[in-house]
């Protein structure tokens, strides 16, 4: 389909008329089906692409026209000539019954009243059901990176493009990963370690970059003579525009625009425990305590987030976090109905012997106050799934999309 080019600040009737050239090119060859009765089509498709995106499920159900257009490239090329966007959370859940990965994005329900107000909505899984794959976002994708499957280590990456819920092949990096460390910086995929070098081809490709404009791959010089080379990464992070890789003890911080390497402090590896995420630089995870802090790296040092604690379980073992529209929002699992605390906030770990775990989910507004002090306010926080016990969140991340509010 032929992209269109419309100036910011287009009024309604060039938007109007750049959507109608859009329709009568892709559309030449049949009649399209009428999507409101009594409207041109152009108009129709104008109002439609104006509604919020958790709207669409209970609009596909009005006819199929409409469920057509929820999925067609010209309605995203319409969206796009607004220049609007809206992120959304994405999640893997590795559901027990299946031992399966299963993909879900969480809705905002409000023109469904006898529903809850968010909820999670299934999308279509990865072709490859690989375990311990790293996963970044570039603009309308979610990129999941190597992995393993039956303990064999893989190359292969696989890219969910969020506008459409459809997977695409994306071409395989030049060695195979596990648990590697990733970040995008200036729109480009860097991956770091998740190999054992043992030869000279790990050894040289111990770090590449991929460019999702060219789909092509390159290795990064990570010649250093401090550089940790450890098998296994459980965390990264980008801040500030450098890619921070964490072992199992101490890590690395490479910075692509200088194509420097450096070691990370020691009061970074001391508290950083596994999964995070960084809202206005500053990065968030749970800490030995069970409690939510945060690392400003031009402080140098950890700060309670404070104001949460009473509406929040304490994680001692952590929690799934993500930047979502510059809001720290926290998933985590926690046995059914009745079988945790009464307020619904339990630790996760229950008494009875439910079949069901539900998945809770609380976004959080967080605000430094001076210097010292980092203060959150939880805005909502409600079960958003229910699953079978034992099943177990894997990823989460935020992917922005073009929408309106």
């Not at 690989?130 to 996963?135: Q, W």
């Not at 775990?357 to 430094?368: D, F, L, S, T």
């Not at 010292?372 to 922005?400: F, M, N, Q, Y």
Request: hydrophobic residues 40%.
């Amino acid at each position: 389909m032929r992209m269109l080019q419309v100036t910011a600040g287009a009024p309604p009737n060039s938007l109007m008329s750049a959507t109608a050239t859009a329709t009568a090119t892709s559309s030449a060859p049949q009649e399209q089906p009428i999507l409101i009765p009594s409207l041109p089509n152009d108009i129709a498709l104008n109002i439609l692409a104006r509604l919020p995106r958790s709207h669409h499920p209970l609009l596909s159900l009005v006819s199929k026209p409409f469920r057509s257009v929820f999925s067609s490239p010209l309605f995203y090329t319409t969206r796009s000539l607004l220049r609007c966007s809206q992120p959304f959370l994405y999640l893997s859940i590795r559901i027990s019954t299946t031992s399966s990965l299963h993909w879900f994005t969480l809705y905002h329900n409000s023109p469904n009243p006898t529903k809850p107000p968010y909820f999670l909505v299934p999308v279509p899984p990865t072709p490859s059901p690989l375990l311990g794959s790293a996963l970044v976002a570039v603009g309308p994708k979610i990129y999941v990176i190597g992995g393993c499957l039956k303990d064999v280590p893989s190359s292969h990456v696989w890219a969910l493009d969020c506008r459409f819920h459809t997977w695409e092949s994306v071409p395989n990096m030049r060695i195979s990963r596990e648990f590697a460390a990733a970040g995008v910086v200036d729109d480009k995929i860097y991956v770091i370690g998740g190999c054992v070098v043992d030869t000279w081809a790990r050894s040289k490709n111990w770090a590449e970059a991929y460019d999702p404009k060219t789909r092509t791959w390159e290795s990064v010089d990570s010649a250093h003579d401090n550089l940790l080379r450890e098998k296994w990464m459980h965390a990264s992070a980008v801040i500030d525009n450098r890619i921070y890789a964490m072992a199992d003890r101490n890590g690395v911080v490479y910075e692509p625009r200088t194509k420097k390497w450096d070691s990370v402090g020691s009061e970074l590896d001391l508290g950083w425990r596994g999964r995070a995420c960084v809202v206005d630089e500053v990065l968030y995870c749970y800490d030995f305590l069970g409690k939510i802090r945060g690392f400003d790296v031009g402080k140098g040092f950890w700060k309670e987030l404070r104001g949460v604690d009473k509406e929040l379980p304490r994680f001692l073992a952590g929690a799934t976090m993500a930047n979502v529209g510059g809001k720290l929002v926290v998933v985590w699992e926690k046995k059914g109905s009745g079988i945790g605390n009464e307020n619904g906030n339990g630790d996760g770990k229950g008494k009875g012997k439910g079949k069901e775990m539900e998945i809770w989910c609380a976004e959080i507004e967080v605000e430094k106050k001076g210097d010292e002090e980092l203060w959150g306010k939880i805005k909502w926080c409600d079960v958003v799934h229910k699953v079978p016990i034992r099943s177990t969140i894997v990823h989460c991340l935020a992917v922005t999309l073009l929408n309106l509010p």
